[in-house]
């Protein structure tokens, strides 16, 4: 499990190493860090031109010491102090010892430069890049140097992934101790490039802000049938989805469904026809949900449509006492009141807008700050949400850390691909993983698919869910 924690922790844990650490002792580990992944981004050191951009604070001082490291081994490091008054003392001394200067004409030598270090502003930052160092990263863009962000790129806001003004964007991000939630949640984690983390051996809280699954954390929980399994062992899942208008989000969360590991696949609505020529082994049944026959979980929503049928649906199925995934027009549909009282577990899949409509906002605030709309959603609806976006998150109702996806990708970004994310997420809560776990499963299993899918070309909804057994075989190895 990758683990990222904010900003307070951090600090916590940070004074708490020093105390025990002789002075500067910290700042060395993460210089020393920092300098060896420039030297291996530059190949060679020797005779490469490195430019460090300081701010006011210890960031800056990780710069000019991994500025000083690099140095001695025989790059041209040039520092460019934005603050002069408040630069790190000790790291300017040793920059200078180990023959580095500050810089007198900033922009030409940005021009000549191969490396640039962004050590404008770490943890301690607020709000977007100053107008002087936002003028700086231009002339940065303009001379193509590989840029790389101490601790986090400078102008993101860490704790939240906001970009409130200008911001840094950097080919690869060296952090220290832990990684920081703007890390991994976009719109900031577009701007770090590729993370590395350095250890720092800091004594971080057992409970994370944010959590990521990688692929063992996967492969531990992907339900896989047993020699005495049958289909009802393996979960049955219920879908009630499609309309006249919209047969083809039945068939689209069908197809998830079935590859994703459930016994059986239950359609109920107006798209039976549809579903059928397509899945001959899905179930279908015309009558109302309650009807239809044994279910371990049921999905409601995808092309549902509003009229009095697809209510009808909905409401029979929110009062089922299974586990339920609610999405697209069911979400439009649903009453909070009714959502917050049901006792199985209830998981919410809503896109940006649909977030925003269930919020009472605006979509740019959801989408700029994604995990204070997941974590309020969760607790307002006393249900688990999986937001989805660039990067999708998934909240527990009862707190605790925040699952990001890392396998994302924009091919995703499709129409009908969330109707297949919804029969994948269903399949996993019918095989009895918890609504925290079958969304984050799911949405694992999704953005992976569609990333063997696409390979770097366009997909369709329909090539996400043929992949996802070839996800499922890459995730067990
Ligand atoms: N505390 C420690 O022991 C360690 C800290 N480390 C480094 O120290 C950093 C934190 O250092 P600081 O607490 O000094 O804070 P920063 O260096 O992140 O920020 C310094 C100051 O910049 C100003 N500032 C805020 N927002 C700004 C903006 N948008 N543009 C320009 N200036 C802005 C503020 O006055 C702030 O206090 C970490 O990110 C990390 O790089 C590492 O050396 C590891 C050890
Ligand atoms: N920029 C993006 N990067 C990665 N994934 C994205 C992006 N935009 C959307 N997605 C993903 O694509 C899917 C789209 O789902 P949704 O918005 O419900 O569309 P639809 O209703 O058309 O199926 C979701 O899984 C979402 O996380
Ligand atoms: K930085």
């Not at 990684?179 to 057992?206: M, Q, T």
């Not at 049958?230 to 079935?258: C, F, N, W």
Request: with cysteine.
């Amino acid at each position: 499990m990758r683990t990222a924690f904010g900003v307070e922790t951090v600090r916590t844990a940070e004074r708490e190493l020093m105390a025990r650490l002789p002075e500067g002792a910290l700042m060395q580990r993460a210089a020393a860090g920092l300098a060896a992944a420039c030297a291996e981004l530059l190949g060679r050191v020797y005779g490469k031109r490195v430019v460090l951009l300081v701010g006011g604070g210890d960031n800056g001082g990780d710069a000019l010491y991994a500025g000083a490291r690099l140095a001695r081994r025989g790059a041209g490091v040039t520092a460019v102090l934005l603050a002069p008054e408040r630069a790190h003392e000790g790291g300017l001394k040793a920059l200078r010892a180990a023959g580095g200067r500050v810089s007198a004409a900033a922009e030409r030598d940005i021009a000549g430069a191969d490396l640039v270090l962004d050590g404008i502003v770490g943890i301690g930052g607020k709000g977007g890049l100053r107008p002087a160092a936002a003028q700086l990263m231009g002339a940065v863009r303009e001379s193509g140097a590989l840029v790389v962000a101490v601790d986090l790129p400078s102008g993101v806001e860490a704790d939240t992934g906001e970009v409130l003004g200008d911001a840094v964007r950097a080919d690869a991000t060296v952090t220290f101790g832990t990684y920081k939630p703007g890390l991994l949640i976009d719109p900031a984690r577009e701007r770090a490039g590729a993370v590395r983390l350095i250890d720092i051996g800091l004594g971080l809280p057992a409970v994370p802000e944010l959590e990521a699954l990688q692929y063992a954390d996967v492969a531990a929980l992907l339900p896989v049938p047993g020699a005495s399994s049958d289909k009802y062992r393996r979960g049955v899942v219920g879908i009630a989805a499609g309309s006249a208008r919209y047969p083809g989000a039945a068939v689209l969360a069908v197809a998830g469904a079935l590859r994703s590991g459930a016994g059986a696949v239950r359609y109920v609505g107006p798209a039976a026809d549809a579903v059928i020529a397509r899945f001959p082994e899905a179930l279908v049944h015309a009558g109302p949900p309650s009807r239809a026959g044994r279910v371990q979980a049921w999905v409601v929503g995808p092309g549902l449509g509003d009229d009095a049928h697809g209510r009808e649906q909905l409401r029979d199925v929110l009062a089922a006492d299974v586990p339920v995934l609610v999405d697209a027009d069911g979400l439009r549909l649903a009453d909070p009141e009714v959502v917050r009282a049901r006792t199985a577990p209830t998981l919410l899949t809503p896109h940006a807008g649909e977030a925003a409509a269930l919020l009472g906002v605006e979509r740019s605030e959801v989408e700029a700050g994604r995990l204070a709309a997941v974590r309020r959603l969760a607790a307002e609806y006393r249900a688990a949400v999986l937001l989805k976006g660039a990067t999708t998150l998934v909240a527990g109702p009862e707190g605790g850390p925040v699952r990001v996806n890392p396998t994302g990708t924009s091919w995703l970004a499709t129409a009908g691909s969330g109707d297949v994310l919804a029969g994948l997420a269903g399949a996993l809560l019918a095989a009895g993983l918890t609504a925290v776990d079958a969304g984050s499963v799911g949405a694992y299993l999704h953005g992976l698919a569609a990333r063997l899918a696409a390979q770097g070309a366009p997909v369709g909804a329909q090539d996400v869910a043929a992949a996802i057994p070839a996800a499922w075989r890459d995730v067990r190895g």
